[in-house]
Every structure is written in structure tokens, then in C-alpha cells.
């Protein structure tokens, strides 16, 4: 069984910058797909990051391209998400999730273990 922790949010001003970090027991994170979703006030939870497994590739929503960056820290079985020029409808909670799959997988389907959530407010 995987567990998924997730530290860093909190609240910053638009334009700024902040880490959320996911910290996993129970498995190897290079073994996992590893995402990044959140889900905004009265909004459904949506795709924000992945990195798949072993090889490392990345994909991002459009909203985030080159805004945020997920990365994994093979040695601290932790995965970050570090989050630039922030924007108020990047308000969310975020949530780590972790899948079986080798697929670099974008929909909730593809996640078999999911973090509590951390809150990111970001005002403007």
C-alpha cells in the first residue's frame, strides 16, 4: 500500500512562488506515475502535473506550461511541485497521486493512491 503525504501550501500573493512537496511510503516513487491535480472552490479536481515512471517524462495542463514544474527526488521519495508566477485562479487544493501505470497518464483514471491535499490560495 502506497502512502502520499502532501506539505507546503499555503497562501501567497499573485506573481509569487511556492513548493508543494508529496512525501510517499510504502513504495519506490520511480515505480510509480506520479500527478499533480487540484481542484478549485466549486470546481471539479483537475490535472495540473505527471511525471511517469522510471524514465522520468513530464506533462503539465496548458494553464501551468511553463509556470510550474514537477520533479522527483529519487533518494527522499518525494515528488515537488514548484509553482512560479502565480495567479489567482491557481487556488486550489492540490493533491499528490501516485498510479500503477507505465502510461504518462493525464485522467483521475489512471491514479490508484491519492494524498489528503494540501490548500494553495494565492491573492491578488
Known amino acids: 500500500q502506497v502512502q502520499l503525504v502532501e506539505s507546503g501550501g499555503g497562501s501567497v500573493q499573485a506573481g509569487g512562488s511556492l513548493r508543494v512537496s508529496c512525501a510517499a511510503s510504502?513504495?519506490?516513487?520511480?515505480?510509480?506515475?506520479m500527478g499533480w491535480f487540484r481542484q478549485p472552490p466549486g470546481k471539479e479536481r483537475e490535472f495540473v502535473a505527471a511525471?511517469?515512471?522510471?524514465?522520468?517524462?513530464?506533462k503539465y495542463a496548458a494553464s501551468v506550461q511553463g509556470r510550474f514544474t514537477i520533479s522527483r527526488d529519487n533518494v527522499k521519495n518525494t515528488v515537488y511541485l514548484q509553482m512560479n508566477s502565480l495567479k489567482s485562479e491557481d487556488t486550489a487544493v492540490y493533491y499528490c497521486?501516485?498510479?500503477?501505470?507505465?502510461?504518462?497518464?493525464?485522467?483521475?483514471?489512471?491514479?490508484?493512491?491519492w494524498g489528503q491535499g494540501t490548500q494553495v490560495t494565492v491573492s491578488s
Open positions: 511525471i511517469s515512471r522510471r524514465a522520468g517524462d513530464t
Open positions: 497521486a501516485a498510479g500503477e501505470t507505465y502510461a504518462l497518464g493525464t485522467s483521475r483514471a489512471w491514479y490508484d493512491y
Open positions: 510504502g513504495r519506490t516513487l520511480s515505480t510509480l506515475l
